[in-house]
């Protein structure tokens, strides 16, 4: 899916304490490097290193299940097998791993029993992080918008979202290879700004719904999701379909290169205020600066992540599936926007790694879910921070034997 306003801003530079002007200053968090060829995006350390709020979490384990569910669900596919093995796991110990640590949640008599279980049977791994050694992760937030909009056009509603094209080709796990020429071949698939300044979906009958403003058609885009509310006070969902296989890049990095808004400007709202204040044809230019275009479809009920099965509110992490596995047990820390008053607050909790981030190509970033309407949209948009990232996972193969990474590295 997509993808959040997934603008990222890794702003932390570690200055130097006062008389050790000598000392050398810790390099500045990159969240965007990539890792190195053959490094590992999983790193074993312990559970006194990790402190996971295991017993916290035992006392949320309603609240864990639901995702937790859809995890089991997907991974039980015979499908699921060809995303296997990934960062070191195979496929019967990620699957083990799922089932395992909800008979745990499900059974254990108390908080104790249930933490001293997850220490005694699983591995802690920390993501690899923005250095490659488990240096940190930055988070950021998506969200399902709700945006004014209708089924038909007219001088109000001139934007529209696109479902799917015929000649977009995607390979048997969803990944674009490009668009289908007349000829039978294949060519990468045009950018933004080739799709909108050349009308090359016009005229197909593949608008799906007309939204009000170019702004809140990009937020669909970066969302990869929408509740479009329509005049005649009903509702309609889309969820994401494909994309057209191109890099995306940060609208609101853009932007503060070019001085439009300032880097404490609040996420989606000063978006949204320099769109109302910037010429039209200006706020175009920048909104196709970034060439990954969102196909969608029309949906019932919640919309789903990149595995096809749906996303929780705070549950559902979005990360980098070339480098983790899909539908893993995942514990963030990290902090989140408070709700209803100014600052942030902690936020460690676990989480289920089922969707993937369209502009996150690292093991820097992940993108939590936050849920649906204006609430979550504002948080989303104003959530940058730095934390870890760990995923849990046994340390015996069901096959046999402990897993050749199952220990923290001396």
């Keep these: 899916m997509t993808t959040s306003l997934r603008a990222v801003l890794a702003f ?211 969302n990869g999701s929408a509740v479009v509310r329509l005049p005649d006070g009903g509702f309609q969902r889309f969820g994401y379909a494909g994309q057209n296989g191109r890099n995306y890049s940060s609208l609101r990095q853009a932007l503060e290169k070019a001085g439009e808004i300032q880097p404490g400007d609040p996420g989606l709202p000063a978006l949204r205020a320099w769109a109302a204040r910037t010429p039209p044809e200006r706020v175009l230019s920048y909104l196709q600066g970034n060439e990954r275009f969102v196909f969608f479809t029309k949906i019932d009920g919640t919309p789903h992540g990149s595995l096809n099965v749906p996303v929780t509110s705070e549950r559902t992490l979005a990360t980098d599936k070339t480098l983790f596995p899909r539908g893993a047990v995942v514990f963030v820390d990290t902090q989140l926007p408070a709700v209803g008053r100014p600052g942030k607050v902690p936020f460690r909790q676990f989480m289920l790694d089922q969707d993937t981030g369209g502009a996150i190509q690292t093991a820097g970033r992940a993108d939590i879910y936050l849920g649906e309407g204006e609430e979550a949209e504002l948080r989303a948009g104003t959530t940058v921070a730095e934390g870890q990232l760990y995923y849990l996972f046994l340390k015996t193969s069901p096959r046999g034997g402990r897993s050749t990474r199952s220990t923290p590295e001396s």
């Design 12 to 222: 932390t530079l570690l200055l130097c304490l006062p008389g050790c002007e000598s000392a050398p200053r810790r390099a500045k968090p990159d969240y965007s490097r990539r890792l190195a060829a053959g490094a590992e995006a999983l790193l074993p350390v312990s559970f006194e290193e990790a402190d996971l709020d295991c017993r916290g979490q035992w006392s949320q384990r309603r609240r864990i299940l639901p995702a937790l569910e859809q995890s089991i669900l997907w991974t039980r596919k015979p499908s699921a097998k060809r995303c296997f093995p990934a960062a070191g796991v195979d496929y019967d110990r990620a699957l083990a791993s799922l089932e395992r640590f909800r008979e745990l949640l499900t059974t254990s008599e108390s908080a104790d029993a249930f933490e001293r279980s997850l220490e005694e049977e699983f591995q802690v791994y920390r993501s690899a992080g923005w250095d490659g050694r488990g240096g940190g992760v930055l988070f950021t937030g998506y969200c399902t918008p709700v945006l004014d909009g209708s089924m038909t056009q007219d001088q109000t509603y001139r934007y529209p979202l696109y479902g799917l094209p015929d000649d977009l080709v995607k390979d048997a796990d969803g990944a674009i290879l490009g668009r289908r020429t007349a000829d039978g071949g294949l060519e990468p698939y045009p950018t933004r700004r080739s799709i909108e300044r050349q009308g090359l979906l016009t005229g197909k009958g593949l608008e799906i719904v007309w939204l009000k403003d170019p702004i809140d058609a990009y937020i669909a885009h970066v």
